[in-house]
């Protein structure tokens, strides 16, 4: 079983709807948990980090299922700027060191 | 911003040949990292170094691999003898504190090899 899995894209959607991306991780011992964006040929940039409680930024909202090893990110009111790629992070079990999922792509179109 | 520069941006190297790519940290971070990404892959974690030593290393970081913090500013990764599969880019990451903390990626050296 993959470490990291996300749906696997790409995600073509309309300016202005709502879009949800899906992970899971296979190591229970992961303490941290993170979403980041990665446009093409750049560097991963930090989204928001997951906590348990679910948070939000803005037009974003994260979960986390700790029971079901289970993260999300909500994207609402979707905008050009946000198409990129998605990458689900959690940590290992040194708890320092980032494994990564592969990534879903999303294109928002005008 | 602080950021994580790296350099050079892109490397072509011959198969066979050493390559140093270089980082550097925020400036205040203690904890460093080097992860690579295949075209078209995922980014997959290589070393992860503190206190002037490494902390923890994957199976990818295998002998022909090494790190140095010369100094109190840069941070390298060396590649003794390149293969072919070693092309990719190579993003180097530094984070204040270390478990859980949030890691901050520089933009990241393109190594081909030929």
């Known amino acids: 079983r993959k470490e990291v899995e996300q749906d696997p894209g790409p995600f073509n959607v309309p300016e202005g709807a709502t879009v949800a991306f899906n992970c899971t991780y296979s190591?229970?011992?992961?303490?941290?948990f993170f979403w980041y964006r990665q446009d093409c040929r750049k560097e991963p940039k930090l989204l928001m980090s997951?906590?348990?409680s679910g948070n939000e930024d803005g037009r974003f909202t994260a979960q986390l299922n700790r029971a079901s090893q289970y993260i999300s990110l909500l994207i609402r009111d979707s905008k050009l700027s946000d198409s990129a790629t998605y990458l689900c992070v959690v940590t290992d079990n040194y708890g320092q060191n980032f494994v990564f999922g592969p990534g879903t792509r999303l294109s928002v179109l005008p | 911003e602080p950021e994580v520069t790296q350099t050079p941006s892109h490397q072509v190297t011959q198969m066979g040949q050493e390559v140093i790519l270089r980082c550097v940290p925020i400036?205040?971070?203690?904890?460093f990292y080097w992860y690579r990404q295949i075209l078209g892959q995922k980014v997959e974690f290589l070393v992860s170094?503190?206190?002037?030593?490494?902390?923890?290393k994957s199976e990818i970081f295998d002998d022909q691999f090494s790190v140095e913090r010369p100094d109190g500013s840069n941070f390298t990764l060396k590649i003794r003898s390149t293969k072919l599969e070693d092309s990719a880019m190579y993003f180097c990451a530094s984070s204040e504190q270390g478990a859980g903390n949030i890691q901050y990626f520089g933009a990241g050296t393109r190594l081909s090899v030929l």
């Open positions: 170094f503190y206190n002037n030593e490494i902390s923890e």
């Open positions: 190591n229970s011992a992961s303490q941290s």
């Open positions: 997951v906590y348990s």
């Open positions: 400036s205040n971070h203690l904890y």
